[in-house]
């Protein structure tokens, strides 16, 4: 279990990761999902030792990171921009890796059997693929045989059957009793993998639980597009109503469709699109996350 306690870090006056205090259970594959810049890498990072908190702490059973025997016999881990020395082969690299993670060499070898790199052991990382990296990455995060594992955009620039590849992967690993958090900044990308989310915007947790859950809370959303934007806003605004950005238009919670059009019309706005949705789950993602740039 990876207990998160008041987790938080500053860098100068940018509040990155605020007070996170949630429960990352065994036996599941849990989302961290939020937009670019919302906290996840430096969450991950905390986590791991590599930066110190402002506050808070992050624990496996009970201890740090750092008060870990062998850190890698307990956590299998992947950041984003891992670099592999290019002129090293995948089996070198994972050579590298087995006296600090205090297995015998011969489970290098087994594990990128495990992960389809069998093939590729002895060819330089360097004119790996993508694909090949994703399963390098994994592979190291797996050598120590840890029960929890915690990766960075697994499937980043993985193609469809790569991604296919992976959940089965992360399925069958949680089925094994690990815990294993993988982030990502879509929703789409963990919604057939994780069995629970744990969302964050600007470095708050905005919503933490399963995902059937988000998905059945989800409030009644009407999908909004008008050639008049601003004065939709403004009526909106008026109204009460809470608006979302949409990638087409608005998407507006509280007042019916009906409503919605009655109360256009009588503002002179027209509607191009008016429209109960049932993609739910990601306009509540939307809707959660609402108005974080990439870049603050
Ligand atoms: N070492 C640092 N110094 C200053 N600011 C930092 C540092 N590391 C991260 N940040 C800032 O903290 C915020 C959160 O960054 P982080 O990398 O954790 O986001 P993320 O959720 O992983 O985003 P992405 O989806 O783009 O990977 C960003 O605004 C980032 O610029
Ligand atoms: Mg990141």
């Given at each position: 279990m990876l207990e998160l306690r008041g987790l938080t870090k500053r860098f100068g006056r940018l509040t990155a990761v605020d007070d996170l205090t949630i429960d990352i259970s065994p036996?599941?594959?849990?989302?961290?999902?939020g937009p670019n810049g919302a906290g996840k890498t430096t969450t991950l990072r905390m986590a791991l030792g590599l930066v110190k908190p402002t506050a808070g702490t992050a624990t496996f059973d009970g201890k740090t990171y750092r008060q870990l025997a062998i850190p890698m016999r307990q956590v299998g881990a992947s950041l984003e921009a891992t670099s592999f020395h290019p002129g090293r082969t995948a089996l070198n690299h994972l050579l590298t890796l087995a006296p600090p993670a205090r297995v015998p060499d011969s489970r290098c070898m087994q594990v990128l059997e495990f992960?389809?790199?069998?093939?590729?052991?002895?060819?330089?990382?360097?004119?790996?693929?993508?694909?090949?990296?994703?399963r390098l990455s994994l592979a190291s995060a797996l050598l120590g045989d840890p029960p929890t594992l915690l990766l960075d955009e697994p499937v980043n620039g993985l193609d469809p059957e790569g991604i296919a590849w992976m959940r089965r992967m992360l399925r069958a690993l949680a089925a094994e009793g690990r815990t294993v958090l993988i982030s990502s900044h879509l929703l789409s990308e963990v919604y057939q993998t994780a069995d629970d989310v744990v969302?964050?915007?600007?470095?708050?947790?905005?919503?933490?639980?399963?995902?059937?859950?988000?998905?059945?809370?989800?409030?009644?959303?009407?999908?909004?597009?008008?050639?008049?934007?601003?004065?939709?806003?403004?009526?909106?605004?008026?109204?009460?109503?809470?608006?979302a950005g949409h990638p087409e238009g608005y998407a507006v919670s509280g007042p019916t469709a009906?409503?919605?059009?009655d109360a256009a019309a009588g503002a002179g706005i027209v509607l191009h699109q008016l429209a109960t949705r049932s993609d739910s789950l990601e306009t509540a993602f939307l809707a959660l996350t609402e108005g974080q740039g990439s870049i603050r």
């Open positions: 036996g599941r594959v849990t989302g961290f999902l992960v389809g790199l069998g093939p590729g052991a002895k060819r330089r990382v360097g004119q790996f693929s993508l694909g090949m990296r994703a969302i964050l915007s600007r470095g708050r947790a905005v919503y933490t639980g399963s995902l059937v859950d988000l998905e059945s809370s989800g409030q009644r959303v009407t999908v909004v597009s008008t050639p008049d934007p601003p004065a939709f806003a403004r009526l909106a605004a008026r109204l009460g109503w809470q608006l009906a409503e919605i059009g």
